[in-house]
């Protein structure tokens, strides 16, 4: 069995990334200051642009890619044995790096699970991928790939988690956590509106910090999380928040602001 994986408490999302040739210096400088300042996980997808982000991620590597965990995802419609294998090649190229640290199927599609699992083991021992996990599974996905041979290697799940989405708290959370699979935590500010939320704001100026600080922070209590940022004021405040602890007070005021689940949720999906 390998062994449960540690990853950092924050790193960097790529999303929106590399669509538009006119923001790629600035979106490579947000990477490459992420990395200078400790940020050592990028997430990333085949998706995110056609390729167009993991060119972006593969520019920010360049002569430093031992600095960084890089994550990165394929389609469902890349699942099969007969599509997974190039699909990989194509990332790895595009990323300009000989192995990707974490390789996640980005959603389930109609593939038998089985058939993925075994095309993954078999990268793994290719070499092509140092582990491999799953996002937007919801715990009945979890128990069904857990079932198929190799399934219990599945090292993460990246899912939906911040502040105003606490689903996976009912039951995703322990459910990973007993069987050491790690979590990663995506749109931490819930794409943005976080950031500029009047009430969290006004305890994060209590605090000391900005919204979108608190919301990583809290995040990243049981996850990865992977914010993105596209400037380098925001890539600061995201590893600032990396060093924030949350006392038990604050956390009962988040409580208040945005209540936990009191019963089981459907896994919510981007
Ligand atoms: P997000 O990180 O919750 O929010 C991104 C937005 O917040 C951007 O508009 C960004 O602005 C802004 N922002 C970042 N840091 C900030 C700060 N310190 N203060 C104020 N605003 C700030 O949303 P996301 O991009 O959807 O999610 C993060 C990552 O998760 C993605 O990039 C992707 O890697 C991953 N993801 C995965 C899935 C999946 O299905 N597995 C789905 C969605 C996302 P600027 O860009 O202007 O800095």
């Given at each position: 069995?390998?062994?449960?994986l ?6 960097m ?13 600035e979106?490579?400088?947000?990477l ?12 990333t ?5 056609e ?17 960084a965990f890089?994550v990165s ?17 194509a ?10 640290d ?10 038998p699970?089985a058939?993925?699992?075994a095309a993954?083991e ?26 198929v041979?190799?399934?219990?290697h599945?090292?993460a ?13 009912f039951?995703l959370?322990?459910w ?12 931490p ?5 976080l950031?500029?939320h009047?009430?969290?704001?006004a305890?994060?100026r209590e ?6 600080q ?9 996850a ?8 380098p004021e925001?890539v600061?405040a995201?590893?600032?928040a990396?060093?924030l602890k949350l006392?038990?007070?604050v956390?009962?005021?988040?409580d208040r ?5 009191r019963?089981k949720q ?5």
């Amino acid at each position: 069995m390998p062994a449960p994986l540690a990853l950092p408490r924050v790193g960097m999302g790529t999303w929106h990334m590399g669509e538009s040739r006119g923001r790629r210096a600035e979106e490579v400088a947000a990477l490459t200051l992420g990395l200078d300042l400790g940020l050592g996980l990028i997430d990333t997808a085949e998706m995110y642009g056609e390729g167009g982000a993991e060119e972006v991620v593969g520019a920010a590597l360049r002569g430093r890619r031992d600095e960084a965990f890089v994550v990165s995802k394929f389609y469902p419609h890349h699942a099969s044995r007969a599509q997974l294998f190039a699909a990989c090649e194509a990332s790895l190229a595009r990323l300009g790096i000989d192995t990707i640290d974490l390789y996640l199927y980005h959603w389930r599609g109609g593939v038998p699970l089985a058939q993925t699992v075994a095309a993954l083991e078999e990268l793994v021992a290719a070499g092509r991928i140092r582990r491999w996990g799953v996002s937007n599974f919801d715990v009945d996905d979890l128990e069904e790939l857990v079932s198929v041979p190799g399934g219990t290697h599945v090292a993460a799940n990246q899912v939906l988690y911040n502040l105003a989405r606490r689903g996976i708290e009912f039951d995703l959370v322990p459910w990973c956590r007993e069987r050491g699979i790690a979590l990663m935590a995506y749109s931490p500010l819930d794409e943005g509106p976080l950031a500029h939320h009047p009430k969290l704001a006004a305890l994060a100026r209590e605090v000391g910090v900005t919204p979108a600080q608190l919301a990583i922070a809290w995040a990243s209590r049981h996850a990865c999380a992977i914010p993105k940022a596209s400037t380098p004021e925001h890539v600061r405040a995201n590893r600032a928040a990396l060093d924030l602890k949350l006392d038990a007070q604050v956390l009962a005021k988040l409580d208040r602001l945005f209540p936990p689940p009191r019963a089981k949720q459907r896994l919510e999906v981007i």
